[in-house]
């Protein structure tokens, strides 16, 4: 009788066992989950501040940063082969936009579109924090130059 009532403590002892390892279990994976898809999707990890995230290679080499809608800057340091800035940041994929009659409309940068018709909003084009003379696919790379996208209200 002895030996049943022992065998029954283990028993119940490995079941409570089992059912918190699979409520961890269960936890753990649901901490775990992908990103949703309103997330950016890129493959570095958030910038902090004073981070400077490269990207691209070749021979040249510029900074370019990114003031978004929440003004929070994000720096790069940029390796390319091309000649103009514009297609530099289209080869590494941190603006898009709408070819025009004035040249490329950016209409994203770093993953965050900005549309003027709906929220008033437009990326602007900087070098050294002066607002470029010409646009971002008509500028040729200077290697001293700090280039820019911020976002700005109309």
């Known amino acids: 009788m002895k030996k049943t009532k022992i065998n029954v403590r283990i028993v119940l002892l ?3 066992l089992c059912i918190m390892l699979t409520a961890v279990s269960a936890f753990c994976l649901t901490a775990c989950k992908e990103k949703t898809p309103d997330e950016p999707k890129t493959t ?3 910038a902090q501040s004073g981070d400077v995230i490269e990207k691209g290679t070749g021979a040249k080499s510029f900074s370019f940063e990114v003031v978004d809608k929440d ?6 340091l940029i390796h390319t082969d091309k000649t103009t800035v514009g297609d530099a ?3 590494v994929e941190l603006i898009a936009g709408d070819p025009s009659e004035y040249g490329l409309y950016v209409k994203t940068v770093n993953g965050q579109t900005l549309d003027y018709n709906k929220d008033g909003m437009y990326w602007a084009f900087y070098e050294n924090g002066e607002y470029a003379s010409k646009g971002v696919d ?5 290697e001293t130059t700090v280039y820019s996208f ?3 209200n109309g």
């Open 14 to 16: 490995s079941l409570a």
């Open 44 to 46: 570095e990890a958030p």
């Open 71 to 76: 003004k929070n800057t994000t720096k790069f």
């Open 89 to 91: 940041l289209v080869e």
């Open 138 to 142: 008509s500028t040729d790379i200077v």
């Open 150 to 152: 911020v976002a700005t």
